[in-house]
């Protein structure tokens, strides 16, 4: 189990682009799949992108060609990079992990037993 730690949250004017960070300790991200959830208001729980340890990246439909995973493993640090903000992606952003490479089930919230507290993104427009 990993203890995470999301941080980069804050008020966007639309069209911005912030950049979510997440950290690791207790254990490093080795062997596990790293992924990004928000939950909007009123909204389910849903899965934006995910890379695993070896760096293969994978997107949500909705966010492809906007949003960026990327790792700076020395740093045991995973991030998202969110571009062209929309007032859609208002949400709390977690950050979570699982054992293992990127499957069809790691697009599931139930797939993570290591999870962040999140962190609010609201975009004004």
């Known amino acids: 189990q990993l203890q995470l730690v999301e941080s980069g949250g804050g008020l966007v004017q639309a069209g911005g682009s912030p950049r979510l960070s997440c950290a690791a300790s207790g254990r490093t991200f080795s062997e596990h799949t790293v992924g990004w959830f928000r939950q909007g208001p009123g909204k389910e729980r849903e899965w934006v992108a995910a890379e695993t340890w070896t760096g293969y990246a994978y997107y949500a439909d909705s966010v492809k060609g906007r949003f960026t995973i990327f790792s700076d493993n020395a740093k045991n640090t995973v991030y998202l990079q969110m571009n062209s903000l929309k007032s859609e992606d208002t949400a709390v952003y977690y950050c979570?992990?699982?054992?293992?490479?990127?499957?069809?089930?790691?697009?599931?919230?139930?797939?993570?037993?290591?999870w962040g507290q999140g962190t609010q993104v609201t975009v004004s427009s």
């Open positions: 979570a992990a699982h054992i293992g490479g990127f499957g069809p089930t790691s697009r599931q919230n139930y797939k993570y037993d290591s």
